[in-house]
C-alpha cells in the first residue's frame, strides 16, 4: 500500500519560513517524480514544484520561483519543499504526489497523493 505522509506544516508570519517534508512508502521512490501541490480554500489545487526521480530536473511556479526550494532524499524516501519569505498568499493546504513521468504541472501525471499539511501565513 503506498503511503505519501506530509509533515512540516504550521503557521508563520509573512517573511519567515517552512520546510515540508513528504515521506513515502510503499514504492520504489526513486523510480518516481515527485510534485508539490497546494490548494486554498475556495480554488483549485495548484502546482507548485517538481524534481524528477534523482532530483536532477527541477520545475517551479512562477508565484515561488526564487523563494522555495524542492530536494529529494531516495535514501530516506522523502522530498522536501523548502519555503522561504512566505507571504500571506502561500497560505493552503500543501500536499505532495508520485508520478512516473516528470510531467510537473499536469494533476492527473501523478498517481498517488498524500493527505496534506497546512500552512498559514500571518501578515
Known amino acids: 500500500q503506498v503511503q505519501l505522509v506530509e509533515s512540516g506544516g504550521g503557521l508563520v508570519q509573512a517573511g519567515g519560513s517552512l520546510r515540508l517534508s513528504c515521506a513515502a512508502s510503499?514504492?520504489?521512490?526513486?523510480?518516481?517524480?515527485m510534485g508539490w501541490f497546494r490548494q486554498a480554500p475556495g480554488k483549485e489545487r495548484e502546482f507548485v514544484a517538481a524534481?524528477?526521480?534523482?532530483?536532477?530536473?527541477?520545475y517551479y511556479a512562477d508565484s515561488v520561483k526564487g523563494r522555495f526550494t524542492i530536494s529529494r532524499d531516495n535514501a530516506k524516501n522523502t522530498v522536501y519543499l523548502q519555503m522561504n519569505n512566505l507571504k500571506p498568499e502561500d497560505t493552503a493546504v500543501y500536499y505532495c504526489?508520485?508520478?512516473?513521468?516528470?510531467?510537473?504541472?499536469?494533476?492527473?501525471?501523478?498517481?498517488?497523493w498524500g493527505q496534506g499539511t497546512q500552512v498559514t501565513v500571518s501578515s
Open positions: 524534481i524528477n526521480w534523482n532530483g536532477g530536473n527541477t
Open positions: 510503499g514504492l520504489t521512490f526513486s523510480s518516481y517524480a
Open positions: 504526489a508520485a508520478g512516473w513521468r516528470f510531467i510537473p504541472t499536469i494533476l492527473n501525471e501523478y498517481r498517488y
